[in-house]
């Protein structure tokens, strides 16, 4: 018997993995893909939002600002992407200087410092690509930009380092109210736990409205996006917004971490929690859109595209609190934008509701750091020909778009929660996102997952499930011939 029961290990869920391994308890996070960060944190916009656009007042508010002031100390902790680039948000119009002066106001009720509202010639000193049509904006200089992979990643190891179990390829079909606690039935068999913590992302309304009377109800809202080339990494340095609308924040153009350029996301509300396929209408007006704000980014850069689902919440507010009529079951629901900001304080807080609920003491043997894959990149000359002497794997180059190293990959698949997948690999790693995206380096790779895991070719998937990347031969053996 467990006595927490986490379910889901996007960021929501290895956030309060990792906090609750601060105490004496056994912790599993269950989920029913094949890794973490395989869902909605794996398709998102990357951003560390200042928390001004938040309703003041609200839990989504105060927990985004807390989650903003606790990345910078946790990405030299956990050893993950972070930069704080600012960002702005912008006016078209005189008639909407009216909203953009009430959404500055939300600045100071929410305790996001620093933010000042630019005139004109401010702005374009500051952004020279941004539109001529930009007549102000808000200022944010706390906004930031994070490798969404890395977070999740990084979190959900140093969780499992000590000592969180995870289980993957595990669905949850039923919750039930036993005499010892909580009954989960699973495709794997049922697991009895203490405390259940409801972070299943998009799903996490079916679980709620299992055991509770007082129903809530998620709406899949897609994002569409688009990923710029490397070349074109310097159009803005700042996260571009445009003044929020009904369906949040609007088409953004940001940097990544890794010198890419990001556009979009669309706001489709639908019905298919697992859709997350691209459409050519609103791949179509990502590209628009986002010429609104920098009329010069090159879209013909677009080296790929994606799509994720939003939790949205009918009251779009975060959930997070031990059910009145389910005692001893916590919602960490609703988790949409900005939850990846927030992740860190929602693991607080879960943490912290869970420890009120079973007293435990706290684990001295806790250690809150982690290194994560080694990038030779970051190393002098010197160092990294001292490296190659030693672990020659890392002078063989795979990626040649990102410039990936065998020793990386291996890296990658042989630490904790090791990628068993092309996609593990690639979030722990970026081999195969880059212009190619892994057209030249996925057959090498699988060769050393191969390797590396004692596994058969026609075992590997691109991410879990029957994505299988190898179905047969084409060609039979000698001996089979024979």
Avoid at 46 to 59: E, F
Avoid at 102 to 117: S, T
Avoid at 221 to 236: A, F, I, P, Q, S
């Amino acid at each position: 018997m467990y006595d927490v029961v986490i379910i889901g290990a996007g960021v929501t869920g290895s956030a309060s993995a990792r906090e609750l391994a601060r105490y004496k308890l056994n912790v599993c996070v269950i989920d029913k893909e094949e890794d973490v960060c395989a869902g909605t944190s794996k398709a998102n916009s990357a951003i560390v939002h200042s928390g001004i656009d938040c309703t003041p007042g609200t839990l989504m508010a105060e927990l985004n600002v807390k989650g903003n002031e606790m990345m910078e100390p946790l990405s030299k902790e956990l050893d993950f992407s972070f930069k704080r680039n600012g960002s702005l948000i912008l006016c078209f119009a005189e008639e909407e200087l009216p909203n953009l002066e009430a959404l500055f106001a939300h600045a100071e009720k929410n305790g996001v410092p620093g933010c000042r509202i630019l005139n004109k010639e401010e702005l374009h000193e500051m952004e020279p690509n941004i539109s001529d049509e930009a007549i102000a904006a808000i200022y944010c200089p706390t906004g930031g930009i994070v490798c969404p992979f890395g977070l999740n990643i990084a979190m959900a190891e140093n969780a499992a380092t000590n000592g969180v179990e995870f289980r993957f390829n595990t669905e949850v079909r039923k919750i039930t109210k036993s005499e010892k606690g909580w009954m989960i039935a699973t495709n794997n068999g049922d697991i009895l736990t203490k405390v259940v913590v409801n972070a299943a992302g998009v799903n996490a309304d079916i679980f709620h409205n299992m055991v509770s009377a007082n129903k809530i109800h998620i709406t899949p809202r897609r994002g569409e996006y688009c990923l710029l080339d490397k070349t074109t990494g310097d159009l803005v340095s700042n996260t571009i917004f445009q003044l929020p609308g009904k369906y949040g924040k609007g088409i953004l153009v940001t940097p990544t971490v890794h010198g890419n350029t990001l556009i979009g996301p669309t706001a489709v509300d639908h019905d298919d929690r697992d859709a997350t396929n691209t459409t050519a209408e609103g791949l179509a007006h990502v590209c628009e859109a986002a010429k609104k704000s920098v009329p010069s980014v090159p879209v013909r850069q677009v080296i790929t595209s994606f799509s994720g689902n939003r939790a949205h919440e009918d009251h779009h507010e975060f959930i997070i609190k031990e059910l009145e009529d389910a005692p001893f079951f916590v919602d960490a629901a609703g988790i949409e934008s900005p939850g990846l900001t927030s992740s860190p304080a929602i693991g607080v807080k879960v943490a912290g509701i869970v420890a009120d609920l079973l007293k435990p003491e706290k684990n001295p043997d806790f250690n809150g750091t982690r290194k994560g894959v080694l990038d030779p990149k970051s190393l002098s000359e010197e160092e990294y020909a001292k490296l190659i002497k030693e672990q020659p794997a890392y002078g063989n180059i795979i990626c040649r778009c990102e410039m990936i190293t065998e020793g990386e990959i291996m890296d990658a698949i042989n630490r904790p929660l090791g990628a068993k997948s092309l996609d593990g690999v690639k979030r722990r790693t970026r081999a195969g996102m880059g212009r190619c995206q892994a057209g030249f380096c996925s057959p090498r790779t699988m060769e050393i997952i191969s390797r590396e895991l004692g596994i058969s070719q026609l075992e590997i998937t691109k991410n879990g499930g029957k994505s299988n990347m190898v179905v047969g031969y084409s060609k039979k053996s000698v001996e089979e011939e024979a």
